[in-house]
């Protein structure tokens, strides 16, 4: 295996893994405090990487290294995970108060 093909399946796993929990790029993007245009970028091939940038990835979809790098296993979403869901309300919170800002600032032009 070359660093491409490993590449290949470290991004093909941050799409499962974000699409396993009903995550938008954005979201992903808020909770590893990540630019949305970085996150987009990564997902589609057009930008490497760091083992930091990684690190901020795998924390934000929830997942220990272990179950990250087991490319073969399918990891179960569980509904109760209370830092899970605390982390993607406070997302959804930021999105809420970013459309509120901006619809405040259009209304007032």
Known sequence: MDNKD???M???RIQYLRHQRKMSQDQ?????DLPIKYINRIENFKTGFTIATLDKIIQALGVNYQQFFDFGSEINVKDDDPTFEIK???SLVHDLETT???????LKE
């Open 100 to 106: 509120t800002d901006k619809l405040k600032h259009t």
């Open 10 to 12: 470290v991004v093909a």
């Open 88 to 90: 993607k309300l406070l």
């Open 6 to 8: 490993l590449n290949k």
């Open 28 to 32: 992903l993007s808020e909770l590893s």
